[in-house]
């Protein structure tokens, strides 16, 4: 398998889809512990992402972990949006820019 910026916007492309369908759980499994809008929160967040990424295609799998990163850090709320934020900003920081 390659690790390509074509694998990345796939996969991002696949969690978006399975966080959307299951925001409810996600957010219902949030109130035990919390304020059981995990779910709502990462299913805006990344349908920003999706947006972000039809306004301006990433040039490479660097770019791709890059906006990810900022897109989850700035429309994502509660802790996820730091959390997710930081993890693809990492990502983007080990990956080869030529990738």
Known sequence: MTYDKD???????????RVQ??????SDLDQAIGDGDHGIN???????LK????????TD????FKTAGMTMVS??????????????????KAVDSET
Do not use: C, I
């Not at 369908?21 to 996600?26: S, V």
């Not at 990462?42 to 920003?48: I, Q, T, Y």
């Not at 429309?75 to 983007?92: C, D, E, I, Q």
């Open 7 to 17: 694998w990345a916007l796939r996969w991002l492309n696949d969690f978006g889809e």
């Open 21 to 26: 369908e299951n925001k409810q759980l996600l």
């Open 42 to 48: 990462m299913a805006r967040g990344l349908s920003e």
């Open 51 to 58: 947006k972000a990424f039809a306004d301006k295609e990433p």
């Open 61 to 64: 799998l660097k770019d791709v």
């Open 75 to 92: 429309k994502v709320g509660g802790a996820s949006g730091p959390l997710y934020g930081t993890a693809f900003l990492n990502m983007s």
